[in-house]
């Protein structure tokens, strides 16, 4: 093998040139500007990476640096803007990471990866037109996968500094509800689901979220604690596993470990702080913490008094902390929790309403990284999660005397993960990557109804105890050649419940043609778990006896194909289109009759009925994706898909699912003006729309005289609501300062307030069919100090 260039000689000379083509900066005391540092290593053995050329584009002067022995470089004076980081060394593929923003609140820290060349001593250049700037953090990668920003969140209009909300825009997603951040992906249930933080899964990070549900109304996750991260739509890598419809593979950030940074940011939303530095100058420790409280809540709590039924209460805490050793490795401890309530009474026509409803979350997780050598690292990971759904429901006559309370549910979960993944080179074009996860998972769950029509109280589930979930993966990637990558693997689950176990082996290939084309496919089996209510719901058998029928249930199965082009028409222009097919299996039905109930349609709860894995479903679509990255002040981004989801219950009939939009698209676009030299307008606005949701017709007739809802169960789904259509604004502006930045901030969402149809269903008290309307117009406004 023919060594590398000696990277110190040329370090030298490049020194010498940086120097001179930066001194200038150091003499302009009056320009505003900012520190970019931090360090390059390599993408699969995680070695640090000296000798690189770090470029910033555009500047003028050109200004740039070397990594040193450590891989780290740093770059000072760098005037506010946006740049794009390129990095180039010999043996290395060419990185270009796009819309790095520089402000002057807070030093710019990047870790950056670059990907070994498979012919030796060649520097393959992929130039800042030929580059996709999306492409994702895991390069196991293949399909259905898109790296997206922190600075996306913050940028795009409506997503209020939410990934869920963010994720709105793209190919195959789908909104589920406005009043939630759920998301629909490829016209699969939101509970196929799977969230990861740093390496392993957690549950769901939301306030106000439902049992069994994906998302919430607010997210617990800050845009001051994370990283760039990961979203999958199908088809995703041997690494994930108990996911049927996609991933957010979350990754934090580090504190700073040079100074002490700060941000405050207050909003109609909620008022937070963040922290962060070294634990001590000079060394590399550092910490990073973040706290929120709900705004009005807080307001209430100052003696102001707040207008509406209902006020929305939580907080959060975020914690990341960097704790690197010299001989020892990396440690991290990091955590997340949340508490959020809401207490909301309403009156019908014959009786008042009082609902309770209360959530918590809690996350905390130490990681330790080594390296071996310069071919092979290990991480492991161990991590405890606790989840808490409390809801009461009361019903009162009229002068708020408690008739009965209609339902009390208390569902608590805890889990304790431990998981530990080695990454291994073998040599420039072959690499393996192997892990093992294990989970402790522990419940205790109760959920009690009022049988109105029998007069009696039902207890649908009643359940303590602790199971376990074990899986294992093993990946493979070979680089055929520098345009060509072919990614193996297979992951494994076994329940201990009831002994289930699903193999699923998994392909992808990727090939890079005529320099700003790509061909891909992928293919696999993927499996996920119930809802562990699901497994111990009561149901009574012909005798009315209380039966636990569930407890056998296995895995519900899903083959995932997917085939994909993308090219690069021009400069900063990204066209992507994939074509896919989901064979979904082993779905839990419901069993005993010939009944339409299928899990496939539960986006959130559980299922209170008997179930077999029997049930059968198929998607199947076309995306297309049209973007321009952010440049020359402006971008945009363009989608659109058209699919088809349909499931098979027990009675063998093939139906819409619940969640059958047919097609769904987005229009996402901004512009940022200077002012001034150094503050920044930005406009952004965002059209989303899709085919309206799928609900089962009212009986009107057989209502009234049973004077309750009546559903025609034989055409279950085959009704539509009108389409959804929904428009955002945003628009920030940005004060840069000496030592602090400031940002005023208003997002609009459905800024024209039209009020979506959600469903339609039977008031039992007005005695008439009623449509659902989702939320109107919501303005919030927020102010960002760093300092």
Same mark, same amino acid.
């Given at each position: ?235 995703? $890598?041997?690494?994930? %596993?108990? /996911?049927? +419809?996609?991933? &957010?593979?979350? *990754? ?6 040079? =100074? !002490? ?16 530095? $070294?634990?001590?100058? %000079?060394? /590399?420790? +550092?910490?990073? &913490?973040?706290? *929120? ?6 307001? =209430? !709590? ?486």
């Amino acid at each position: 093998m023919t060594s590398l260039p000696n990277p110190i000689s040329s370090m030298k000379t490049t020194s010498i040139l940086i120097f001179l083509l930066n001194i200038h900066l150091i003499c302009q005391g009056q320009t505003l500007s900012q520190t970019i540092r931090g360090e390059v290593r390599d993408q699969i053995t995680e070695m640090p990476i000296p000798g690189a050329s770090i470029l910033l584009i555009p500047s003028n002067p050109i200004m740039g640096t070397i990594t040193d022995l450590n891989g780290q470089f740093r770059l000072n004076a760098v005037p506010i803007g946006r740049y794009t980081i390129q990095v180039k060394l010999l043996g290395y593929q060419e990185l270009n990471m796009p819309n790095v923003v520089v402000g002057t609140g807070k030093e710019v820290i990047l870790n950056l990866k670059l990907t070994e060349s498979t012919v030796e001593i060649e520097a393959v250049e992929i130039s800042a037109q030929g580059a996709n700037k999306t492409e994702a953090l895991n390069e196991l990668a293949t399909v259905s996968a898109r790296q997206f920003s922190v600075e996306e969140t913050k940028r795009y209009a409506g997503a209020l500094n939410d990934p869920g909300r963010m994720a709105q825009s793209f190919a195959g997603v789908t909104v589920n509800a406005d009043g939630t951040n759920e998301i629909v992906v490829r016209g699969n249930s939101p509970r196929g689901l799977l969230w990861r933080m740093e390496g392993i899964e957690i549950p769901n990070p939301n306030h106000f979220s439902n049992q069994g549900a994906s998302g919430g109304a607010i997210s617990m996750l800050s845009n001051n604690m994370m990283a760039n991260s990961d979203f999958f739509t199908g088809a995703f $890598p041997a690494d994930y %596993g108990n /996911a049927a +419809s996609g991933v &957010f593979d979350i *990754r934090l950030r580090k504190g700073n470990n040079e =100074q !002490r940074e700060n941000a405050l940011q207050v909003g109609v939303i909620g008022t937070d702080i963040a922290l962060e530095g $070294p634990f001590k100058k %000079g060394k /590399a420790g +550092s910490y990073l &913490f973040n706290y *929120r409280y709900s705004s009005l809540a807080l307001l =209430q !709590r100052m003696g102001v008094e707040i207008v509406g039924d209902a006020i929305p209460v939580f907080q959060d805490l975020s914690f990341n902390l960097n704790l690197p050793t010299q001989k020892a490795g990396q440690f991290t401890l990091f955590g997340i929790g949340g508490l959020s309530s809401i207490n909301q009474d309403f009156e019908g026509m014959k009786t008042n309403y009082a609902d309770r409803f209360r959530t918590y979350l809690g996350v905390a997780g130490l990681t330790h990284s080594y390296l071996f050598n310069d071919k092979t690292w290990i991480k492991t990971v161990v991590a405890g999660t606790l989840t808490s759904n409390e809801y009461e429901g009361t019903v009162l006559d009229t002068n708020s005397v408690v008739l009965y309370k209609a339902s009390e549910e208390g569902h608590q979960n805890m889990a304790y993960r431990v998981s530990s993944t080695i990454n291994h080179k073998i040599n420039r074009k072959n690499s393996l990557r192997a892990g093992a996860i294990g989970s402790l998972l522990k419940y205790n769950l109760k959920t009690v109804i009022f049988d109105k029509p029998n007069d009696m109280y039902r207890t649908d589930v009643d359940q303590r105890g602790q199971t376990g979930l074990l899986q294992g993966f093993l990946n493979w990637q070979h680089r055929i050649n520098e345009q060509t990558t072919l990614n193996t693997g297979i992951h494994y689950s076994h329940f201990l419940l009831n002994n289930k176990r699903a193999l699923e082996p998994r392909a992808g290939i990727k090939w890079n043609f005529k320099g700003s084309q790509v061909l891909s496919a992928g293919i696999g089996l993927h499996s996920r778990l119930e809802d562990l209510a699901v497994y111990f719901a009561r149901i009574p058998d012909l005798s009315g006896m209380n039966t636990i029928p569930n407890t056998q249930l296995g895995f519900s199965r899903a083959f995932h194909t997917v085939m994909g082009y993308e090219c690069l028409p021009g400069k900063n222009l990204h066209f992507k289109t994939e074509v896919y097919y989901q064979h979904l299996y082993d779905v839990p039905v419901e069993k005993g009759i010939s009944s339409f109930r299928s899990m496939l349609n539960m986006s959130q709860g559980f299922a209170t009925f008997a179930a077999e894995n029997s049930g059968l479903g198929r998607n199947y679509g076309i995306e297309f994706t049209f973007e321009k990255y952010f440049s020359n002040s402006t971008y945009f981004l363009l989608t659109n898909s058209f699919f088809d989801a349909r499931y098979r219950g027990s009675d063998g009939v093939w139906r819409n699912t619940a969640f059958n939009n047919r097609y769904a698209g987005s229009f996402l676009a901004g512009k940022e003006f200077t002012i001034k030299d150094k503050n920044t307008l930005s406009l952004n606005v965002r059209v989303v729309y899709s085919g309206g949701r799928k609900f089962t017709p009212v009986l009107l007739e057989e209502s009234l005289e049973a004077g309750t809802g009546v559903y025609d169960e034989a055409r279950a789904y085959s009704a539509s609501a009108a389409d959804y259509f929904r428009a955002d604004l945003g628009i920030s502006y940005t004060i840069n300062k000496r030592k602090t930045a400031s940002v005023w901030k208003i997002d609009i969402q459905n800024v024209s307030n039209r009020l979506n149809e959600f469903g339609r269903y039977f008031n039992n008290d007005a005695l008439k069919e009623e449509v659902i309307y989702m939320t109107g117009i919501i303005p919030t406004l927020s102010y960002r100090l760093e300092f």
